[in-house]
Each structure stands twice: as structure tokens, then as C-alpha cells.
């Protein structure tokens, strides 16, 4: 019996590590094809020969006479992703504590068309939005690539599932003690809320942080480029070089896998609350 038990366990790991291999490789396989020798690129499944010439032609700038911004490029990735990750998130935790925790009226229609809206394609919304950004005078700034990001309707969703399950006791002595509602919400709900809070900076972060379509719309000169800006405008005249392109995609990875395994506990207890 027990060695039906170590032997069922046995192929549970192997089922369970062959999945996991299924799921990294694709991955090992961009990091492997970034150092490897060109001659090697895309003609090995695990090359032999490395070296550093992807990304010592990527960051010279190709075959382009004129050095690319790439350090400024990432320093306006950085900039523009954490500036509309926190403002996404500071929206979706007053909004989200409104919903959940205020009575007013019309807060169930307002809450079901916040469910409504998160059905629409973003897309739809482009032309009008730049439009606005346009005539506020924010084109190729930015604010103009921050502040349409500002809200998360998503994050709302998020924040006001989690705060319906804080006991309302919290709030009501703290009233009792004279407490506002945006003390309320920024030292007691919000520092009750680290592991969801953790999850939503995750996925706010990564995703403001891969967004292509409305950088390359709203900038225009050298210094405003994101890095996803300028490595899709690289790779337009340069899309047969696999290998620079391995390499650019490493780079735009790194920050992000650099997150989440500093943050890989308070994730995995604030998804576990997301799968209840």
C-alpha cells in the first residue's frame, strides 16, 4: 500500500515537472537564443556557442549610424509605468471603497456598469482619447501618456471584492473615533489589504509596462520613447536579426520577473484570496 502511495507520488512530480518544463522552455529558449552565436539562431533547440553580440548590436543601435536613446527609453518606461500604476491603483482603492463601503444612491448601477464597461475593447476608445489629449495640450508628454491610464476598471473589480469582505465593525469604530473616510481608506482598509494590493501593482505594473499601441500614438520625439516604442521601431528594418530580437525581449522581461519574485509570497497569498 504505501509503495502504491510512493509510486502514484512519484509520477504525480514527474507529470507536475514535465508541465512546469512545457511552461519555462519557451522562455528558456528567448534567453538561450539571446546569447547564442548567430550562426546558431533559431537552427539549435539548445545552442552551443554563446556570446554577446545580440546585445552589444541591439544597444549600439543596429546598423543605424545614430546611438538610440535606450537609457532614457527605459527610464520613460519606468516613469510612465509607475506613475500610472499608482494612480490606477489610488483611483481603484476611493472607488472600490465607495462601492463596497458607502450607501448612495444609484451605487448598484454605478457598480454594474463598471462591470458592463470591462466587456469593451479598450481600442475602442482610442481615436476619442487622443483627441482629448490633444487639445489639453499633453500630446507627446508624460502626462499625456499617464493620466488615460489613470483608472483601472479592473482594479476597481478587484479592490471592491476584497473590501465587501472587511467587516464593517472596522469602520464603524473608527467613526466612532472621529476618523474621515480617506483616513479610513489610507490607515485601515488599504494596510488591511496588502496581499490584493500586491497582485493589482503586479498586473498594473506589467501591463502599463508592455503597452505599445497608445506610446507609439501619443509621442513623437526621441526623448518621450518608451522601450517598447523604440524596440518596435527598430525591429520594423531590422526584423531579420532573431537574434537582437531574442535579446530586446529579455530586456523588456527582466523588470517584471525582478517583481514578481521580490513580491512572489505577498502574490501568492493575495491569489488565493482571488481563487476563494
Do not use: C
Not at 128 to 148: A, E
Amino acid at each position: 500500500m504505501a509503495g502504491h502511495k510512493k509510486k502514484s507520488l512519484t509520477i504525480r512530480y514527474i507529470i507536475a515537472f514535465l508541465l512546469l518544463l512545457i511552461m519555462v522552455f519557451p522562455y528558456l529558449y528567448m534567453v538561450l537564443n539571446s546569447f547564442a552565436d548567430w550562426s546558431q539562431v533559431d537552427r539549435k533547440l539548445i545552442p552551443t556557442s554563446f556570446t554577446l553580440h545580440s546585445y552589444e548590436w541591439l544597444l549600439s543601435g543596429g546598423q543605424s549610424a545614430e546611438p538610440r536613446p535606450w537609457i532614457r527609453a527605459f527610464f520613460n518606461s519606468l516613469i510612465v509605468s509607475t506613475g500610472s500604476t499608482v494612480l490606477m491603483m489610488v483611483t481603484g482603492v476611493v472607488v472600490a471603497y465607495a462601492l463596497a463601503k458607502l450607501q448612495f444612491r444609484g451605487r448598484n448601477f454605478l457598480n454594474n456598469a463598471i462591470l458592463f464597461q470591462m466587456f469593451f475593447p479598450a481600442i475602442i476608445l482610442l481615436v476619442p482619447t487622443f483627441l482629448i489629449i490633444q487639445r489639453l495640450g499633453m500630446y507627446d508628454s508624460y502626462w499625456g501618456m499617464i493620466l488615460p491610464k489613470a483608472l483601472s476598471l479592473w482594479a476597481v473589480f478587484m479592490y471592491t471584492n476584497f473590501f465587501r469582505a472587511i467587516p464593517d465593525t472596522f469602520i464603524e469604530a473608527a467613526k466612532l473615533d472621529g476618523a474621515s473616510d480617506w483616513q479610513i481608506i489610507f490607515r485601515i482598509i488599504l494596510p488591511m489589504s496588502k496581499s490584493i494590493t500586491i497582485v493589482v501593482f503586479l498586473f498594473l505594473f506589467m501591463e502599463r509596462w508592455t503597452e505599445l499601441l497608445w506610446d507609439m500614438i501619443v509621442v513623437k520625439s526621441d526623448n518621450m520613447l518608451t522601450l517598447n516604442v523604440l524596440l518596435s521601431q527598430m525591429f520594423g528594418p531590422y526584423g531579420g536579426y532573431p537574434g537582437p530580437m531574442y535579446a530586446a525581449s529579455v530586456i523588456l522581461t527582466v523588470p517584471i520577473i525582478i517583481l514578481f519574485l521580490f513580491f512572489a509570497k505577498q502574490f501568492k497569498e493575495g491569489m488565493q484570496f482571488t481563487l476563494k
